[in-house]
């Protein structure tokens, strides 16, 4: 059933996924959730009409809790904190197949970094927290070092994870054929870095 | 001078934002006016009455009506007037609508604009002369271009009704994309058992001429007096004489050419019809696979024609004839971007196919004597997918408009190969289903529910082999998942495009194309079989893809507009048409170069004013064809010496029209 | 032939094959390579996943540097390359962005010059005739499965030097040197190599899906452009071939490594010990008079 009332909800209960009821309503947390997408990554959620395709072709959609066009779907109702507490966000390998096969033009791959940088600006937490810390602790190894350095990179990783011993041995293979440095080279430019960070949303927590 | 002003409420639409009696008022204040009235609506009976009325009665002279736009209701008003004894031309109209109300909210200004605009009519008015049409001749003889089954019917028609039709048909055979199916949507008929006869009919009927392996060159002239030249390409055997018996056509040794009718999947001779029933049912040479025409050597289909009608020797025939009126019917093509379609692997896993190839599979007379196999093996396939909008709805890829009549094939292809090969599962792939036409529903609900379609929502993103088997990764948006079918032959519903050259023939008629180059009709809802150039009609899938129903329909339709301007006794030319001042014009020719229509030739005259009683000197000079000219302006504007002149648009009237406003926006300090 | 050498982190470290080879074959082609001083990371995914503007930021930073030397880029890693052609076409195109992260630039882009993957200038015409030319040692008998992944070929309107749907340069590059590349269908799937680490699950099955693929379709070898790829195929194909069932061992090379063994390149066989998985199997089968010693020479 739908109806037409105030306020824009999606009633979820805590473990049912589907069956859901909707109240939708055009207001304005719907329409701004389109708006901050468009501004972020430029793309217009209404210009998705729904064929599946990104689904069809998206590697990492078996693992999803939503299928990649329902975060379009979702993104078109305004169901904000269903968008933004997904897993597919943050699942998404950003291999672009999306985008490039999408009959309609729409990036959905820029659409989902858009939801992740909302879903991080508005606190929501990470539905795959592991992915997140990941990404958050490569940008901030570029952030100290201007260069990844794999071997603190994983390191430092892993302690915010707390899953110390996968990959392990792996590790310990590239280190014996000399892959992993010991010492992260440093860029000299370091302060120009900086700045370029703190213009962006990640400069204001420093780690 | 005794002028009247009418000055129309449209309802509310121009009342509810000008003060119409306001106009009425001032309307009665300027030069000329001897009488000015409001009503709701002019241009129905009453209204027309009280303008006929008023004519009688305060003798008015001319008239202008301060209304909507010409375009809509010229032509009402001129016959008004005319029925009330005045040339028609004597009227001219004030758009106060389109120009006026519906751009303005309700203030002061919105009524002075009105009148401003009737105040610019009276001027000009003031000036109109009475002008006159002249009466042209009808050659009674439609040419048809295309003989596909718009082509057809549009010909069986027009002959039926008396008139002599040539239907030109660029293959060696009429009968079109139709010819190639088996059966057809929404009854399954067969497409033989239904057009066959149909082309037939042509061939026999005493009005029609079929020139099949021709195509029209250029298009001289106007309605009712075209001149087209055609040319007759060589088909290398002499209709006359050519039997059909076909005993060439199993001996040529030039085999394994591509069918163009079969779409490749079955294949020809260098000598050929493209299929048994064709119509003209004679072979042609192609002469660029022919070994005699390659080599100078073979000539086995001239030893073994029993009435000798080989002939080599012939040559393409370029002829001009005479027609009232064309049929534009040349129909469609399907897309076949193998690049484009990469992602299912079209043009390169043969059993990837598209569903104009399936429809050849599935013809009882076609490569396979209409047993489903696939191409690359022969094997029967148990397992088949079709994917809907495959270059239709794509923007990106493709074309973003929906190819219309796909659904309807889909549902008929899946329904068909279920009752061919009983084993066999079939998947449809499709976005939306489009089915809104008598009896559509019903039939693609009959291939769900009784032929086990299974019918899949979302597209597919990849097409790509596993064993002698295609994996189609697809989704399914109802569940929100992706999904894998492995299946034996995908077939692709292609998009229905224009032809490559469609805009170079559009080009040659003068007739307008749209932004994909489907012809352009007039009108979108009330002129769908007219082009803006008269005389011209389209029917079939020339101008968008259409199924069977809507073409025939549409070509009866162009037809019964052919019939309706022949049965007239003449037809009247423009009487707003563009004239040149002879003794001004410098015959630089520019105006020729700029008339949209082809209507100024360049002429040569005497030169009155350089020439004596002994010496005659002579000049250059632009002639307007009144039969062609649209009065259209373009050639007045562009003159510099100011010689050509628009009849109705003269710039003694216009300049009347500016002096008007001005004066008016002089004096009440609006300037 | 000069251009700016953008390595990244990758050829620095876990991939420092890839980033030898390509300066070895680069050496031997008359290619002049001239690293860019004092480059930063492109962000990779992160960058972009996180943060949009910061992921044209950080690119453009190496791009001015490279600008000022005059000097069009290469970028082997098909991430990277990835990344600042993204950059480029970005700043090119916004004109506010441009300014606005000049502003913060030393060395200011203008766009003035351009960014190229190390496949598209190793297979550009003249050079594949070359290194045609070159070869001394075919490499007859290696069947590679040509894995072009994803970065390197999508987005098509900003990359898209080769067909995204039915990419051919690094087939024609293999072919060139005399491998015999196998016709299958993961050419251009996704790995799912940003995910390596932290959802490696994905990884796993999505490697045995391309490795599976390749075995069945004869493939001796998979050769790719791109260092998280290779990382990623030589590090999860245990796991995968345990969740599958299947034996899918299979040595994965970086094309120039190739190269350079078919044009005999000093220096390049001590790369080949350096491989997670063991590249001897794949080498063995190169049909040649002269045996290929175990372990190579470095
Ligand atoms: C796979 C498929 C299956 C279909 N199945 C059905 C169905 O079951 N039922 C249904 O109702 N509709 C069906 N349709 C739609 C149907 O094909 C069209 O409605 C119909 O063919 C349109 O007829 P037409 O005469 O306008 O065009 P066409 O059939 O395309 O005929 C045009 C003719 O003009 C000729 N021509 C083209 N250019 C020139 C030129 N410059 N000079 C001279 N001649 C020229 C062509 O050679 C051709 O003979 C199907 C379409 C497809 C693609
Ligand atoms: S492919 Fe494009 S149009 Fe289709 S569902 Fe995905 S984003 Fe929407
Ligand atoms: S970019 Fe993300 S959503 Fe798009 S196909 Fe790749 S993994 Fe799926
Ligand atoms: S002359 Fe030409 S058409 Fe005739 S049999 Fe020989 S090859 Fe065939
Ligand atoms: S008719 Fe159906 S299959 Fe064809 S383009 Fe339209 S929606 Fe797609």
Redesign the pocket.
Known sequence: MTNFSNKVTSLVSENAQCCCELSLVEGPTGSELKRRIQELCGENVL?????????AGCPVAYAMDIA??QV?RLAQLGLEDEVLGSSAIWLCAGCET?AT????G?A?SRVMDACRQLALERGIKPKEPEIAKFHDQFLTEVKRFGRVHELTLTALYKVRTKDFFSDVFTGIQMFLKGKLALIPSLVKGRDEIRRLFSRSRHGSEDS | MRIGVFVCWCGSNIAKTVDVEKVVEAAREMPGVVYATDYKYMCSEPGQNMIQEAIREHKLDRIVVASCSPRLHEPTFQRCVEAAGLNPYMVEMANIREQCSWVHERTPEATQHAIDLVRMAVAKVAKNEPLSRSKLDITRRALVIGGGVAGIQAALDIADAGYPVVLVERTPSIGGHMAQYDKTFPTLDCAACILTPKMVDCASHPLIEIWSYSEVEEVNGFVGNFEVKIRRRAKSVDESKCTGCGLCLEKCPVKGIPSEFDEGTGTRRAIYRPFPQAVPNKPVIDREHCRYFQTGKCGVCQKICPVGAIDYEQQDQVVTEKFGAIVVATGFDVWRDEQAMAQFGYGKYPDVISSLQFERLMNASGPTDGKIVRPSDGKVPRSIAFISCVGSRDEVHGYPYCSKVCCMYNAKQALLAKDKLHDVQTYVFYMDIRANGKGYEEFVRRAIEEYGANYIRG?VSRVYPDGDQLVVKGAD?LLGRPLEVRVDLVVLATAMKPHDDAKELARKLGISTDQYDWFSEAHPKLRPVEVLTDGIYLAGACQYPKDIPDTVAQASGAASKVIGLFSKEAILSEAMTAFVNEDTCVGCGLCAEVCPFGAIDLVEVVDREKSTRDNQVMKTVARVNEGVCKGCGTCAAACRSGSARLRGFDTKQILAEIDALADAALSSKRL | MKYAYYPGCSLESTAKEFGESTVLVAEALGIELVEIPDWNCCGATSGHALDHKLSIALPARTLGIAENMGLDVVAPCAACYNRMKSAEVAMKSDEALRSEINSSLANPYEGKITVHSALEIFTAPDVLNRIKERVSYPLRGLKPACYYGCLLLRPPKIVGFDDPEAPQRLDEAMCAVGAEPVEWYFKNECCGASLGISKSAVSVKLTGDIISNAKKHGANCIVTVCPLCLTNLEMRQGAAGKMRGEDLTMPVFYFTELLGLAMEVPGIRKLFASHLVDVNPALDAIEQGEPVPAGAEG
């Open positions: 210009e998705c009409y729904q064929c599946g395709e990104c689904t990649p066009n379009l999306c096969r999408c009959p309609k729409v959905l | 597209r948006t």
